[in-house]
């Protein structure tokens, strides 16, 4: 089957976007798959036999908005159209500009499947009062239009369904998840040293306000001084927060910049912290998880669908500093509650966020939706 993804951003140094990316890549195992994403110019990559990547110059508005434009998206895509001739059209996330694809796939009669773990302006929303307001209204005018014009919208968890029911969406759960194997066979990394009776704090993610990560360094700044044995590390792109992370920045709190060896560092940590204000179905949360970490996390999105409060990690609300501090000193404080509570985190993706079940059933979702057409 030959398929054509559209994703937000894919494999860039400044810019995450896991959840699309590995999608991607393990389709392209089993069926031909191109990617039309973003770039600093107009371009086309090979990789291999199976999988071919367009990207298209953008024009991307920082935190705290987070958005790309593509000029002449429609046009575009219609070139590539033609000229791969795909058969299922999958679009991943909503409210990017990967949204704005639906219209001219629709137009030309292709069918089309959305892959989403949010409902910006509904149950996401970013730090930014105005960015919240003019998202709330765009959600309304024309997100959700975008959206209903799907053939098929997959929910990347449970708690999307009662929204997708009130949006009249023709909607099915799928979740996204983690590629166990290759995730265990990633070593920790030679470059990090971790010394006996250290206990070591991690944050994976994208260093924007949305991400909560800057009321962690707070909170870090405040512990450490405290406990010589305890490290923080934060790991994602630094990219025009250079001045901020030089403020936090000391011995035991470390930044670590865009790694591709997060695996290996979570192996390393003890705690897990997810501080986001707004998430969907985290992928770091995902392999903190799966690598046994005490996880804590916001009781936002996605988040709630993973973490079982006191079963398998601790939730606290969003923007709540005092909760987290009591969280983080009592995981510290207790050795036994750690391990309990990542053995049983690890045992949660095991059963149900294996990647290969989710994309194996996404493949079969696709060709239906293609044979329908």
């Not at 209204?137 to 959206?147: C, D, F, S």
């Not at 194997?181 to 971790?194: G, N, Q, T």
């Not at 983080?328 to 993706?349: C, M």
Request: charged share 25%; with cysteine.
């Amino acid at each position: 089957m030959k398929i054509l993804v559209v994703v937000p951003y894919f494999e860039e140094p400044h810019r995450w976007m896991i959840s699309g990316q590995k999608t991607a890549h393990w389709l392209s195992r089993h069926h031909q798959v191109t990617v039309v994403t973003t770039g600093s110019h107009d371009q086309l990559e090979r990789r291999g036999h199976n999988l071919k990547i367009y990207r298209l110059k953008d024009y991307f508005l920082k935190d705290p908005i987070n958005y790309s434009i593509v000029p002449h998206l429609g046009r575009k895509l219609t070139r590539i159209i033609k000229r791969e001739k795909p058969e299922a059209f999958l679009i991943n996330k909503h409210m990017f500009y990967t949204s704005l694809a639906i219209w001219p796939l629709k137009r030309l009669g292709k069918p089309v499947v959305v892959q989403t773990d949010t409902f910006p302006g509904i149950n996401w929303f970013p730090k930014s009062r105005l960015v919240k307001a003019v998202m709330w209204v765009y959600a309304r005018l024309l997100g959700n239009q975008i959206l209903r014009a799907a053939d098929k919208v997959v929910l990347l968890h449970e708690g999307l369904v009662d929204e997708a029911k009130k949006l009249g969406l023709n909607y099915e759960v799928i979740h996204n998840g983690i590629d166990l194997e290759a995730f265990d066979r990633v070593p920790p990394p030679a470059d990090l040293k971790k010394r006996p009776g250290e206990v070591w704090v991690g944050y994976v993610g994208r260093l924007e306000s949305v991400k909560g990560w800057l009321g962690l360094a707070t909170i870090a700044q405040e512990l450490v001084k405290r406990n010589r044995q305890l490290h923080f590390l934060f790991i994602g792109p630094t990219t025009n927060q250079e001045a901020v992370v030089t403020t936090y920045q000391n011995r035991q709190i470390r930044f670590l910049g865009l790694r591709h060896d997060v695996a290996g560092i979570d192996k390393l940590l003890d705690i897990f912290v997810m501080p986001s204000l707004s998430e969907g179905l985290s992928n770091a949360l995902m392999e903190a998880m799966a690598a046994q970490n005490c996880c804590l996390a916001t009781k936002v999105g996605g988040n709630q669908q993973l973490i079982r409060h006191e079963k398998n990690g601790l939730l606290f609300e969003a923007g709540n500093a005092a909760e987290l501090k009591q969280a983080l000193r009592r995981t510290l404080a207790d050795q036994s509650l750690r391990r309990r509570l990542g053995q049983a985190a690890r045992q949660t993706i095991l059963e149900q966020y294996q990647l290969s079940h989710a994309v194996e059933r996404l493949a079969n979702l696709l060709e239906r939706v293609s044979q329908k057409t």
